[in-house]
């Protein structure tokens, strides 16, 4: 053998190996961000289950339906993508945190606006409605937070912390 190579055993391995070119993202499944995005999938799925338990209120409701499922569904695409590797793997050429930096800020603010009015539709007493809009509040936050993250990712440090020392 020439100075380094592999044994062909071990290069047809190798090559098997990449050829699925799908693998399980050890890092990402380490990270805060998948954290997060367990957590959107957890309170998003609380959220608008309850929601659609509980019935219809017309257009309000549809919109409501709209933010809860679209996020959750988005959401599992995005941790999929993550998980398997996809993302970096085939996907290289787009520019990932920008992409989850604005999915993040834009179902910030959705989530935001929808626990809201789920709160203007709770009656004390619904106690189904009361958890709904908990869970709602709590799906916000995370995202917020996770737009943080991604903010970070993205610049390598917050906005105002100071990068240069005095």
């Known amino acids: 053998m020439e100075g380094g190579t592999a044994t062909p055993a071990a290069a047809a391995a190798a090559s098997n190996t990449r050829a699925t070119g799908i693998t399980i993202n050890m890092t990402f499944l380490s990270s ?4 997060f995005y367990v957590l959107e999938f957890l309170f998003g799925l609380i959220c608008w ?24 569904l988005l959401t599992i695409f995005f941790l999929l993508l993550h998980i398997f590797g996809i993302a970096e793997n085939f996907c290289s050429g787009i520019p990932w ?10 179902w910030s603010l959705l989530y935001f606006i929808n626990a809201i009015i789920i709160a203007t539709y709770t009656h004390p007493n619904n106690g189904k409605m009361v958890t709904s809009t908990v869970f709602g509040f709590f799906n916000t936050v995370v995202h917020v937070a996770h737009t943080l993250v991604s903010l970070k990712k993205w610049r390598g440090a ?7 020392s005095s």
């Open 158 to 164: 917050f906005p105002w912390e100071s990068s240069s």
């Open 32 to 35: 805060i961000s998948c954290l």
């Open 49 to 72: 289950s309850i929601i659609a338990s509980v019935g219809g209120w017309g257009a309000t409701y549809s919109f409501i339906m709209f933010v809860g499922v679209t996020s959750w």
């Open 97 to 106: 945190v920008i992409v989850e930096l604005g999915h993040h800020g834009f």
